[in-house]
Nanobody
Framework: VQLQASGGGLVQAGGSLRLSCEVSGLIFSRYTMGWYRETPGNQRELVAAVASGGSTDFADSVKGRSTISRDNAKNTVDLEMNKLKPEDTAVYYC?????????????WGQGTQVTVSS
């Protein structure tokens, strides 16, 4: 199973960013897909998840300024974040797993750094 994340980088506060994750090695349409983030000294936390049926779950900190979408034909899941804040700075990880609210991650991709400058 491989989850390949891309799209991280340096963004100014107030800007937008789109992260993309391409998945292979599993039946993508059956899995809940999610994005998590981690900062030094803190636990990895869920940012957003989308279930196989399309239901979504968002962390309160990003609710209203983020969207998560999946393309079962392309085996991809995207996270778009708007109105970025310095506290969004983190390493973001794509995950495949089960359930929703809460999601139970099973497979992880490599992280992609997002840095929001003030």
């Amino acid at each position: 199973v491989q989850l390949q994340a891309s799209g991280g980088g340096l963004v100014q506060a107030g800007g937008s960013l789109r992260l993309s994750c391409e998945v292979s090695g599993l039946i993508f349409s059956r899995y809940t897909m999610g994005w998590y983030r981690e900062t030094p000294g803190n636990q990895r936390e869920l940012v957003a998840a989308v279930a196989s049926g399309g239901s979504t779950d968002f962390a309160d900190s990003v609710k209203g300024r983020s969207t998560i979408s999946r393309d079962n034909a392309k085996n991809t899941v995207d996270l778009e974040m708007n109105k970025l804040k310095p506290e969004d700075t983190a390493v973001y990880y794509c995950a495949a797993g089960w359930d929703l609210a809460p999601m139970a991650p099973k497979f992880w991709g490599q992280g992609t750094q997002v840095t929001v400058s003030s």
